[in-house]
């Protein structure tokens, strides 16, 4: 299983709204990451959890709040978001974050916010 | 701080036709680099990687790439478009105590025609 998942797909929220984008993989990866990509973008790094643990967090503003509860796990946690919050929001997985391995990306879950 | 430029934001080739997608780097040191491809509505998937091995590196579908240090250069190359190559694809380079931490460039727009 090569594969990571990512639900929702699509978001649609207001302003006022809390949501939140789940992600999971079972490649016994212990990195992963959260990326943000605006149409015709690159993606840009949001976060990384090392081990469960958030290693790096690229001053995101704490509208996002992300969270790891397993080594499978990795949520996105969205409140208090601006319209140009409006993005695709990638995970992505990795064997560890030192050796320059394979990232693996899930679909993305395309968010709107209104 | 380590940065890739991509030459050309659009690139559009004949079915059969030489693929060359240019990416230079900008680092004091040698880096690790990648090729990402990003089909529509999808995450990205891993193509090929330099990490300071053979200069000449082989990825999936045919792609290669070449490090070249004297010019600062990873330009991917195909022989033989197809169709199903048409995608956005990504270079991006890490540093080389921290392989996946990926700064990704601005991204090439591949068109094949028929």
């Known amino acids: 299983d090569t594969e990571v998942t990512q639900t929702p797909k699509h978001l649609v929220m207001g302003m006022t709204n809390k949501k939140s984008l789940k992600c999971e993989q079972h490649m016994g990866h212990r990195a992963m990451y959260w990326y943000k990509q605006k149409a015709k973008k690159p993606p840009e790094l949001m976060f990384v959890y090392s081990y469960e643990k958030l290693s790096i967090n690229e001053s995101v503003p704490s509208r996002f709040s992300p969270e790891c509860p397993n080594s499978s796990l990795l949520n996105l946690h969205l409140h208090a978001l601006q319209p140009e919050d409006s993005a695709l929001y990638l995970c992505?997985?990795?064997?560890?974050?030192?050796?320059?391995?394979?990232?693996?990306f899930g679909e993305g879950s395309r968010l709107t916010v209104l | 701080a380590q940065s890739v430029t991509q030459l050309g934001s659009h690139v559009s080739v004949s079915e059969g036709a030489l693929v060359l997608l240019r990416c230079n780097y900008s680092s004091s040191v040698p880096p690790y680099l990648f090729w990402y491809v990003q089909y529509p509505n999808q995450g990205l998937q891993l193509l090929l990687k330099y990490t300071s091995a053979a200069t000449l590196v082989k990825g999936i579908n045919g792609f290669e790439a070449e490090f070249k240090k004297s010019e600062t250069s990873f330009h991917l190359t195909k022989p033989s478009a197809h169709m199903s190559d048409a995608a956005e694809y990504f270079c991006a380079v890490s540093p080389n105590n921290a392989g996946n931490m990926l700064t990704f460039g601005g991204g090439t727009r591949l068109m094949v025609k028929p």
């Open positions: 992505a997985s990795s064997q560890g974050t030192v050796v320059a391995g394979e990232l693996f």
